[in-house]
């Protein structure tokens, strides 16, 4: 069969507006709901219990947009759209910026990893290494004298162990002052000098400009291993928790029933709060979720709670919206009303 030259030119005008529509990224990121994975598969206590019910990992799904992803998120209900430049600062590239939610990702886990053996009355030990460096601003002193990376071991001579120990140093400081940093990098250890400077969006705060997690060495016995792939980000530090703590305790924290939930937890055991609670409660309810926990803030009039509850009257459902601030608080639920 013959085709003309003008059927030819619309096939080929036709497939380029359709690969830029499917292709091109504009300057937003688009966030939806995701699944409510079950943890029994992610989480593996040797010689755990088991569970009738499942603990659930509940996440969103969200990338840069495209033009047909953006047009649709103007239709859908639960899409939302942000400005690239508030979910990653400038000069913070895609892979600067997906190697730092995973590194969250990894703190959480130990985070929930030591809450939930020490609830359990379990063997742990905790080494502290100094922290890393999660992300340097664009436009403040450590810009320039600091990478994505590097793991902070001293300030002015004082050992760091725990991020909160060179923050509360830095604390102490006055802009223009400086702090010495022993810092470890692939090329060996270096010291560098940065002054403090105040914070473009916050002139009452100074700082050197870096985001920081701790680096802990967590050994637990019994062995407990987390496979989570590259799923990134904080907001899974509660239910980690609880999953790992029903396979260290005989009792049947589910019940057999469906329970999900969300909260960056830390090491204390308090519930923080996470982004996008509306999309996760969806997420939940469409996975068959009859619980659903959502951090409370202390009862806050903006609360990831509050948020939870207009959610779930919005889409009707019957799953429960619970409100914790801490660990203890979801045990107690669970062991009162699973």
Sequence with gaps: MQINKRTLIIVMITAVITAVLFSYQLPYYVYKPGSADALDPVIEVEDGYASDGDMHLVTIRGGQATIVQWALAQLRPFHELIPIEEVRPEG???????????????????????????????????????????????????????????????????????????????ETKKSGESVSLTIEREDGTLTREVELAPFPDDKERVGIGISLVTDRSVEVNPEVSVESGDIGGPSAGLMFSLEIY??????????????????????????????????????????????????????????????????????????EIVPVDTFEEAVEYLHNNA
């Design 92 to 170: 913070v590239s895609e892979e600067e910026y997906f190697h730092a939610q995973l590194q969250m990702m990894e703190s959480s886990q130990e985070a929930a990893k030591v809450v939930a053996y020490e609830a359990a009355g379990k063997e742990i030990d905790i080494q502290y290494e100094g922290v890393y460096v999660v992300q340097v601003m664009d436009d403040m002193p450590a810009q320039d004298r600091l990478q994505s990376g590097d793991r902070i071991v001293e300030v002015d001579g004082e050992p760091v162990e725990e991020s909160s120990d060179l923050i509360d140093y830095v």
């Design 246 to 319: 029903d396979q260290l305790t005989e009792e049947d924290l589910t019940d057999g029933e469906e329970i999900a939930g969300t909260g960056e937890i830390n090491y204390d055991g308090k519930v923080g709060r996470i982004g996008g609670i509306d999309k996760k409660v969806v997420a939940a309810d469409d996975s068959g979720a009859s619980v659903f926990f959502a951090p409370n803030e202390e009862g806050a009039e903006d609360s990831n709670y509050k948020q939870a509850v207009e959610t779930a009257e919005e889409i009707g459902t019957d799953m």
